[in-house]
Nanobody, 125 residues
Framework: QVQLVESGGGSVQAGGSLRLSCAAS????????MGWFRQAPGKEREFVAT????????YYSDSVKGRFTISRENAKNTVYLQMNSLKPEDTAVYYC??????????????????WGQGTQVTVSS
């Protein structure tokens, strides 16, 4: 019933910026908690950012705080991740995720039950 499609990944130099988009289908999008996770080569998938149902609450991992911004436009069924001051350590596949049962922000992977296919972000030095 819910489909998530990410876009906007690519290759940039350190210090550059990218904006990831996540287009969501389904009538429940506006009431769902959303999040971004990433997985670097050879590493576990890790939390990046989350946003609550009304955009009144956001939370970020310490590694991206101050550089990344999560936002949503419910009328467009879209969630964004603006990534500034990118570092080589940000290189990973980035995944958009949605929860069908939660409205608050969550850093826990298990809180999300819908996932996008992932989009590659590569940052070179």
């Amino acid at each position: 019933q819910v489909q998530l499609v990410e876009s906007g990944g690519g290759s940039v130099q350190a210090g550059g910026s990218l904006r990831l988009s996540c287009a969501a289908s389904g009538r429940t999008f506006s009431s769902n908690t959303m999040g971004w996770f990433r997985q670097a080569p050879g590493k576990e998938r890790e939390f990046v950012a989350t946003i609550n149902w009304s955009s009144s609450g956001t939370y970020y991992s310490d590694s991206v705080k101050g550089r990344f911004t999560i936002s949503r436009e419910n009328a467009k069924n879209t969630v964004y991740l603006q990534m500034n001051s990118l570092k080589p350590e940000d290189t990973a596949v980035y995944y958009c995720a949605a929860s069908s049962f939660l409205r608050q922000t969550s850093t826990t992977e298990g809180a999300y039950n819908y996932w996008g296919q992932g989009t590659q972000v590569t940052v070179s030095s």
